[in-house]
């Protein structure tokens, strides 16, 4: 039996990503925010959202009689979220640029940065809600997620100059969910 109650569209007013240093406490409920350390990264992309893209390629391993496929594995495994922060803040500046040093006096920042890119490993809490119903939520804890600059960050009239960042997982993580398969028996 179908259940439109279990489709989800996401992109709520409360939809966040939360970095901390590696080994922050992650949170083990969806009642619990995230503690010290976890900032909001801002306002995302809506044309982009959150993207998760499952990694690998499969290979197959066939047998001598016939060429025919023996057996199947999957190679190089992983997770990736892929989003674009809107904020220009000191978080956002220092995921995307090697900041060497930074400093903020009467409202001015200023940072000097080196010319490449380097992997900025995050703990990271991934909170997707229900557009239409703020009391279901997707919770994604991430004890390490390795986050690089993806793609060009564009400075035009006509859009934001956003931050596109990819982030892989590393190790296990975990997803905290509402569940509602259950509900209305």
Known sequence: MTNSALARIFGSDNDKIWLAPIGATLPTSLATPPGAGFEDIGWLNTDTGVTETALGSLSEIRGHQGAGIVRTRMETPGTQFQFVALEQKAMTDGLRYDVKSSSTTGGVR?????????????????????????????????????????????FINSDIAGYPMIGTVIGDYTVIETDLEGAGE
């Open 110 to 154: 200023t940072s000097t940065r080196g010319a490449g890119q380097k992997v900025k490993p995050r703990a990271a809490v991934i909170d997707l809600l229900d557009i239409d119903d703020d009391e279901v939520q997707l919770r994604i804890c991430i004890p390490r997620l390795e986050i690089i600059p993806n793609g060009d960050r564009t």
